[in-house]
């Protein structure tokens, strides 16, 4: 619109006369000077524009287009300006002329890249050696992992853990692998390796070693704390099978498998990465693993054998893939230290810490902040005294013996005088602290004036638990710190996982240790970092899988599951029980006892029956009413010669109650026939 006010007043108010002593004057000058400018009522200098260019600004390129007809051909009668293609040209950047010696160390360069990065070029696709893995545990759920390796002729355990129960297995303490594969394969074993020493990693050991026996290798730690459970299950004699290993050195296990332990980082001290060695290449198993730059022993990941094993050539990686849904990158165990001395500088009463057992180094920074507020220390919980204990008896950490009281002298020493350490931040029922908020602990009784820290994350499923732990907490006064800064993961997140397969650089790819979607996520963290889709599968427990330089397959599925164990007497509870267990707590139970005439085929007297969780005890008299009702039905049109079959008779009377119960009620509950015949 500017523009077109523009044209307008130099067309209506500027003489003639003077535009055309303008125009001269513009024919006169040099190209390189500025347009001529006209006055205008107003007294202001405006440039004078070309018409033929449709006003456009001094600082618009004119239209190559402009003056082509519809065809695109330029007009016969316009002539092209030769001295503006002239100027063109002078100013052209001329292309700059190509090295060609350069240019072939481009290419040297690029495939020295490929020789690098793609180890397909590092393996020997010539060896018709194979090698199979069977995972038994740890796959589509998060724990009980346990995983074979086996050649033609010999095979290697890695890890037999144990995982915790749902809520529907009633009675149940802890899960336990299925070991019928282990009993078929039985003689070709020649090892079991352990990573590290959790729980779900090793707490399957003792139940293994009551049956069936292998040499066990793995760093000192783990083979102390399955030391322990053997006494626990009187199976100490099974000591004997320890073969303890040093950090980065090879050891030929059988005549198949040569296998070096790596330190790896993770919640737990003393934890491995493997690398197995066979004549179909080697296999790189993570175990529980992240990436710590500044772990508290300073003993950091061996990131430099990763890289010499990926540079020498990698078959396989198997990696840990339960955090592999976090994009930021895992916290250092340091990174905890700072929110532990706020909030004990801050704390003027007795500190209750509660944190997974298991992790020595976030028990040991708590306790030496707690010495440096000159708090003395009181271990509660038989797990935890024992691995502190382990710990301080080999040397992975160091504490003089006088700082620790028992629980008993607790209640001599000024609230501020005293940090407890102690378990249950999962809320589990027979724990330390369960049993302190609701007021059970023998010489531990919550005061308003304590402070709470549970330094742990919520392990899925057991949420309800802790939150009724914290109710009983609050409801005794006490203050609770929970906050995400006193907690820090112990698995590879998403940036993590992706230094592990940089440094590997497998050729295939198999991610382990979690539920499907862990894995899942896993794929395609690896498939961002190079590997192809087709060299990656995901597995589930019981699959077998094959793997030669050429390839990897699935080949066949082996029998896996769970067996379920009672802690109290640590005995093996059978699959009926559990589903019996589960069937009176969803559906209830029916007893019936009916004395029945064996000539007639009529009952006696009355039945008796007796319910629990079907009706309400108002309506019992009703419902026996019923069940009386439907034998007699079931009586008078019974088949000849049933009477005498006493357990195809009760087998019926089940099958006749629980269609009418269900008919009404929509359950299924336990029959519980007895008739008797007279």
Known sequence: MQEENRGSVENTTTPKTEVKANMQAKTESKPTESKPEVKTQEGTAKPVHNRNNNRRPNNRKPNPNQNRNANGDKPAGNKPNNNRNKNKNRHRRQPTPVDENLKAFVTKNQEAHKQRLNPHYKLDLNSKAKIRITPLGGLGEIGGNIMVMETDNEAILIDIGM????????????????????????????????????????????????????????????????????????????????????????????????????????????????????????????????????????????????????????????????????????????????????????????????????????????????????????????????NIELAMQYDYVRFAKNIFVDPDEVAQLEDKEV???????????????????????????????????????AIPGNEGSISAMLNHLQRAGASIAMSKDIHVSGHASMEEQKLMLRLVNPKFFLPIHGEYNHVMRHRETGMMCGVPERNILLMTDGEQIEIAPKYMRKVKTVKTGKTYIDNQNNHKIDDDIILDR?????????????????????????PKVTTFGIVPDRLDKAFAKEIEDVLEIFLTNIKPGLIDNSRALENDVRQVVRKHIFRKMKKYPLIVPHMLVH
């Open 163 to 386: 995982s915790f129960p749902d809520e529907t297995m009633h009675g149940v303490d802890i899960l336990i692998p299925d070991f019928s594969y282990l009993r078929e394969i039985k003689d070709k074993i020649v090892a079991v390796i352990i990573t590290h020493a959790h729980e779900d990693h090793i707490g399957a050991m003792p139940y293994l070693y009551k049956e069936m026996q292998f040499p066990i290798y793995g760093t000192p730690l783990p083979l102390a704390m399955i030391g322990n459970k053997f006494d626990e299950h009187h199976i100490k004699e099974h000591r004997k099978h320890f073969n303890p290993i040093v950090k980065r050195q090879v050891y030929e296990i059988g005549n198949d498998f040569k296998i070096e332990w790596m330190h790896m980082t993770h919640s737990i001290i003393d934890s491995s990465t493997i690398a197995v060695t066979t004549d179909a290449g080697t296999l790189i198993h993570t175990g529980d693993f992240k990436i710590d730059y500044t772990p508290v022993d300073g003993y950091t990941a061996d990131l430099h054998r990763l890289a010499y094993y990926g540079d020498k050539g990698v078959l396989c990686l198997l990696s840990d893939s339960t955090n592999s849904h976090n994009p930021t990158a895992t916290g250092s165990e340091l990174s905890v230290a700072p929110a532990l001395d706020r909030i004990f500088s801050k704390a003027e009463g007795r500190i209750l810490l509660s944190t997974f057992s298991s992790n020595i180094h976030r028990v040991q920074q708590a306790i030496q902040y707690g010495i440096k507020y000159g708090r003395k220390i009181c271990v509660i919980g038989r797990s935890m005294e024992r």
């Open 419 to 457: 940090l407890i350490v102690t378990t249950g931040s999962q809320g589990e029922a027979n724990s330390a602290l369960f049993r302190m908020s609701i007021g059970e602990h023998r010489h531990i009784k919550i005061k308003p004036s304590d402070l709470i820290v549970l330094s742990s994350r």
């Open 582 to 606: 589960q069937k009176l707590a969803s559906d209830g139970v029916v007893m019936i006892v009916a004395e029945i005439s064996e000539q007639n085929s009529k009952m006696l007297d009355k």
